[in-house]
């Protein structure tokens, strides 16, 4: 098959795919600035960090109710009693909202509930996962898996658009090497590859890429740099009591100062944090 | 949580888990060899190659219905059509019969068709299949996960094993790194350290780990002296028009001089493949 | 032996090593803008390279005349022919010029005739190499191995400023991973914790990080933002007819355009390509 | 160039090279089986492992005075003192020595104390170290990179061989990979691959690929099946204060058993230690 006839590539389609998620615009300027906590632990905290990382500029909320912990001891997520937390933090304070979903037979509910569908990297070859997530109108965040090339990440894709779906959003999250001081190795310099090879969105996740909050920042700055539609940034006002990457996520007061310091480079690239208020 | 906590763990449990299956008793010198097709494409070409290596002395019959796909325009396998030939031929053929699963949804439906279930590299972190998995009382060969850590491949077994099943039989295939040569790398000596680390059964899949024809041989040898409890070997009779990894089939013929050179490493090791009609 | 005894730690020397080669002052706001081509091949292709880079901006000319070919049969480098050809060129173009050195035996001459040596990912650990250029005063441009760890790599450094020369400047250029499609994988957030690690100046080589033209400008910008203190850039006036590394060379007109580019990051960050003439 | 031009290549010479080194014949069923220290501390100790693993029946007496070691904070090794040590040892207990060498200007006076030297995997691509070592007539062990594809590492034995020396014996030591439980990968079916494309022997280094004493048996035992014409294998009789390498050096009755353990693989394999007395 030639990439000719492949629907993620550029030789398919040469303009930008553009992602219309409330008023933001993804492929034409517009920024995903996604923040929240790795796991939503109660209303109360959900609630807390969303609305400081609103106020600091945020456009869309994480969070996760279903956890893909690689221990079965450790924190698993709300699970489905948290669905009805997320769509009403997301009405009451009108913005964007996203989730994980791992299993299939959770799509079309989780669905209902939130803006954004995420597939974590463990599952981005969850191929029934990815037919069920196919069949929805709806744009689906796509991590790159922790050892998967470009063009098996782009294969997921095409699952996805094969099947129906074509609101993809890559999400590049670090591989896995040999180097053991961070959790990953962000790859930049693939961002800038992929947008050449595909007219997908591709966003950055700095938070599991480099494991380290000290370094949010500077790779923030650099996944813009290198062309990035977004980045996703774990948030917690507590990290040091947070049920899952505490070491990882920025203090509000820290993703504050991030919005401020990423400023420059976005006016540079041309893009904008556009909110769901916004004209 | 400690060590002596983890189930999988040798400092839990001392003594070998042995897992029968028909008169196989892996973990207690039982020697599984499994053999047969990458995917079953028809009844004709199943039951050829699998009456092939039951006389070469196969006694499980490997064979897929769900491929896990790099590209969606790769065949997919027969899906829920092919488990009505499996369970048949397992039937008329006396001998035992294994398939992989990948959607959480199937793992009732397809346990009842075959003796053994397989989860797949890239399904070694799907919690929520691995969950059902665990409902079952059946065996299990997880497979190693691309770029799983050994810690992490131990943990997918916990979560078979603590939520019910504890009936797990690891399979090392391979992992990835910067070799292009060859498939994958395959990691026979952690097979040896995983010995020491589990009471879990541990087989070899030197068709996936090495992607070469004429490397399954001498990788077998030595995953049987590493201490492997088994092989999980692809066998086609007509690999140039195999619809998946021909290039890493083996001939019948060619199986059927691997059982033969396999035999004295087998006897220093003090394993046996038992069959199913065995005493 | 404790990080606050190590020399290249941040914990033994809280401040930026400052190195000063010329006007240049890396470590103290000043950018180091290497570029010229892969090998030397004639000293009308050096001549006519560097005259163009030093045009656009460039403040050293970079160019290597013993070249570590992974094949014995491509090309190896001018040797020691090519010594008076850099330093005359140095004199009259009136600019800093580096080049690799592989040898120990080579080190004392090579010195002679530039103002920089670099040291390639090959000999990152060839210590008997290091102690001999631990007794230059003279910078060391200290390329990250293949597949270095953070710690090997500032372990490496330590050879060199343990044994006397502390004018160490660290060059990232990409590791080794499994991804096929670029020539290595390039670490900026490795770049960005070194800087918390290690009080010496950090440069990075998207050329070879990359191996692909259209890159280098992306990979350069991000390099800028993750808080490189330079680059290093292969330029070629004829890629095609290079006898080295053609296809990650930038045309003399791409270079000048990428320092347009990278001026608006270089402001923001506060780094200035200071050239010889410079007051 | 072609494959059939390269001097390493199985289709430039099709038969095995025979490495003659005493009465060991290596590559036409002769087993290299060397033992010793990591690195040589004093005569007491050298002699002490050294009688011990002659006895056992080693044919080879490995140890390094020359140590590249990552930190320069670490034991160095005795240097040029130790070299009268080697071969007094060797004429004094008629066996064959071997030694690492790491520095070009080293080369010649080395080679004048040993039977056989060693470049260490650091030194795989050290290419002046290679081209000097290709001037002598006299077996050379070549590790393989720590990251180095089997193209490269044959591409470096080419180097050896284009500049006369074709006395080259490949070692396999493992690679560097994510998992962080062992020191490296061993990569066993590289060795059977290499069979294939090379007519130059190949032996197996178990103790720095697994950095476990308690693997050192099982993957020696492996790398037989896989077809290695030898083994080196690091021995200490106090390995808790080893200068180097204690946790992965076997004690000298452990070595011992292993020579038992591994003979019945050696005899299926058609391989012999011949030692130097031996007719």
Redesign the interface.
Same mark, same amino acid.
């Given at each position: /098959?030639n990439m000719t006839d492949m629907k993620h590539s550029r030789q398919y389609k040469a303009e930008n795919t553009v992602i219309k998620i409330g008023n933001l615009k993804l492929g034409n300027g517009g920024f995903l600035l996604a923040a929240g906590p790795c796991a939503i632990e109660s209303a109360n905290q959900y609630a807390t960090i969303a609305q400081k990382v609103k106020q600091a500029g945020a456009n869309v909320i994480r969070g996760s109710i279903f956890k !893909?912990?690689?221990?079965? #001891?450790s924190f698993q997520g709300l699970g489905h009693d948290g669905l009805r937390l997320i769509r009403d933090l997301g009405d009451e304070m009108d913005i964007l909202v996203e989730t994980e979903v /791992? &299993?299939?037979?959770d799509v079309k509910e989780v669905s209902r509930f939130v803006d954004i569908l995420r597939v974590g990297a463990?599952?981005m +070859?969850?191929? &029934?996962l990815l037919k069920e997530l196919a069949k929805l109108d709806m744009p689906i965040i796509l991590k790159r898996g /922790?050892?998967a090339?470009? +063009?098996?990440w782009l294969?997921a894709a095409?699952?996805l658009m094969?099947?129906g779906n074509d609101q993809i959003i890559l999400c590049e999250r670090?591989?896995?090497?040999?180097? !053991? $001081?961070?959790r990953n190795?962000?790859?930049? $310099?693939?961002?800038? #590859?992929l947008?050449?090879q595909t007219h997908l969105p591709i966003i950055v996740d700095?938070s599991h890429?480099?494991g380290?909050r000290?370094?949010i920042l !500077?790779?923030s700055? =650099?996944?813009? $740099? =290198?062309?990035t539609d977004g980045l996703i940034i774990e948030v917690h006002h507590d990290p040091e009591h947070a049920l899952c990457d505490g070491a990882q996520s920025l203090l509000p007061s820290q993703f504050n100062d991030l919005v401020t310091e990423i400023q420059?480079?976005l006016t540079?690239e041309k893009k904008h944090i556009h909110r769901k208020g916004d004209l």
């Amino acid at each position: /098959m030639n990439m000719t006839d492949m629907k993620h590539s550029r030789q398919y389609k040469a303009e930008n795919t553009v992602i219309k998620i409330g008023n933001l615009k993804l492929g034409n300027g517009g920024f995903l600035l996604a923040a929240g906590p790795c796991a939503i632990e109660s209303a109360n905290q959900y609630a807390t960090i969303a609305q400081k990382v609103k106020q600091a500029g945020a456009n869309v909320i994480r969070g996760s109710i279903f956890k !893909p912990r690689s221990s079965p #001891y450790s924190f698993q997520g709300l699970g489905h009693d948290g669905l009805r937390l997320i769509r009403d933090l997301g009405d009451e304070m009108d913005i964007l909202v996203e989730t994980e979903v /791992m &299993d299939p037979r959770d799509v079309k509910e989780v669905s209902r509930f939130v803006d954004i569908l995420r597939v974590g990297a463990r599952n981005m +070859q969850n191929f &029934d996962l990815l037919k069920e997530l196919a069949k929805l109108d709806m744009p689906i965040i796509l991590k790159r898996g /922790m050892s998967a090339t470009y +063009q098996e990440w782009l294969m997921a894709a095409e699952y996805l658009m094969v099947n129906g779906n074509d609101q993809i959003i890559l999400c590049e999250r670090g591989i896995r090497t040999f180097e !053991p $001081a961070l959790r990953n190795t962000l790859d930049l $310099a693939g961002v800038a #590859y992929l947008k050449h090879q595909t007219h997908l969105p591709i966003i950055v996740d700095p938070s599991h890429a480099t494991g380290k909050r000290n370094l949010i920042l !500077p790779a923030s700055k =650099a996944a813009i $740099a =290198a062309g990035t539609d977004g980045l996703i940034i774990e948030v917690h006002h507590d990290p040091e009591h947070a049920l899952c990457d505490g070491a990882q996520s920025l203090l509000p007061s820290q993703f504050n100062d991030l919005v401020t310091e990423i400023q420059p480079y976005l006016t540079i690239e041309k893009k904008h944090i556009h909110r769901k208020g916004d004209l």
